[in-house]
């Protein structure tokens, strides 16, 4: 089978409407994984050992879970259990959840890092513990943790293509849709791997860039 470029033009609108689901599923997918993430750092740090046990828990359970069973249970299991969501929804829902668990270690890290004289010194002057957390903790942890959480999004822009399970028409299921159609797979599979590559390095090159700035975390 020879390369078409004029099938290439013709079916290139199409796979630029499945590229634009990608990236914004992404982008929405990862907003969702670094505010949960930070939800999830802070309440395993709590003194109330319910909380902190239970997120830790739940945690480690979506962490050993595969996601593409995270993603069936939301679309196809809680229909069942009259909760329906549309595929975009819980697909954002199903990548933001999976990636806050591993965002989560991130930002444990960065608050770690914090100096223990810096919790001290907020406590000898009368701060309550959440301006602890925005003033004092916070803007000395997210520093350090750029690079890392860039590389989870780079990571979970890659895992985008499991969301043609749930019917999103995201790039990898327009380009299946395609293919089975009109029984050519070279060009669109080709166009959907050429896409994933020149994003994921550009993506790369911004960590570097990122990694430059901010330092490496370990």
């Known amino acids: 089978m020879e390369w078409d470029w004029a099938f290439v033009w013709q079916i290139?609108?199409?796979?630029m409407e499945g590229a634009k689901i990608t990236i914004l599923a992404t982008l929405?997918?990862?907003a969702l994984a670094a505010m949960l993430g930070l939800v999830f750092a802070v309440a395993r740090r709590s003194t109330h050992r319910w909380l902190a046990r239970g997120v830790s828990a739940f945690v480690a359970?979506?962490?050993g879970t595969p996601l593409l069973v995270q993603l069936y249970f939301l679309f196809y299991i809680l229909p069942d259990l009259g909760l329906t969501l549309a595929p975009l929804?819980?697909?954002v829902i199903g990548l933001g959840v999976h990636y806050a668990t591993y965002t989560a270690e991130v930002y444990r890290a960065?608050?770690?890092n914090v100096p223990r004289g810096q919790w001290e010194a907020a406590k000898a002057c009368n701060l309550t513990s959440g301006q602890t957390w925005r003033h004092i903790v916070l803007p000395q942890a997210v520093s350090p943790m750029v690079p890392a959480l860039a590389n989870y999004l780079i990571a979970m822009f890659k895992e985008t293509p499991l969301l043609s399970a749930i019917t999103v028409l995201e790039l990898m299921n327009q380009a299946r849709s395609i293919a089975n159609y009109n029984y050519r797979y070279i060009e669109p599979i080709t166009l959907v791997g050429a896409f994933f590559l020149v994003i994921s390095l550009i993506a790369v090159l911004g960590v570097r860039i990122l990694e430059r700035r901010y330092g490496k975390v370990a």
């Open 110 to 112: 960065g608050i770690e």
């Open 61 to 63: 359970f979506i962490r």
């Open 89 to 91: 929804v819980a697909g």
């Open 12 to 15: 290139m609108p199409t796979l």
């Open 28 to 30: 929405l997918g990862f």
